[in-house]
């Protein structure tokens, strides 16, 4: 973790992975496994951070950590779709994990956030009715936060 805040995210991905290599049956097995994901998202390496998210959730599904997981690897696939038009079967792929989310986790503080990221994932696929539905959910079950005010504005044609 010191590796990480300093910065230093490919020391840091190397002893996170040898900690799981040496112990992977240890209480910091998905801590580990979750920060080597976060680390690739962070630098920006999506594709590899959405496998890394995956084999996370895959293999520690009770773990703690499994709602920054799901919101992350969600926004991973958002970033990794916008790359290219070959890519946009993962725009489609966070805007399901992006409801997902909301549906498992309604009163984590990124619910509302999820609604409006997968609103945005359809607004850039092109699919403009899909999109407003979901800006319309966030503002109608989230109508205090700032994903119901960004709504707002996208369903007002500002951005």
Known sequence: HNEY???????AFIYFDELLKRFPGS???DDSMFWKARIRYDQPNYLQAIRLFEDFMRYHPNSELMPEATFTLAHSQKEHGRISVS??????QAANNFAWFQQKYPTNS?????????????EILGDDPTADNYFRRAIALYPDTPAAIKSKEKLAKIW
């Open 5 to 11: 805040i300093a910065g230093n995210f490919n020391n």
């Open 27 to 29: 209480m910091y097995a």
């Open 87 to 92: 890519n946009s079967q993962y725009l489609r």
């Open 110 to 122: 990124y619910a509302s956030e999820a609604l409006f990221q997968a609103g945005e994932c359809y």
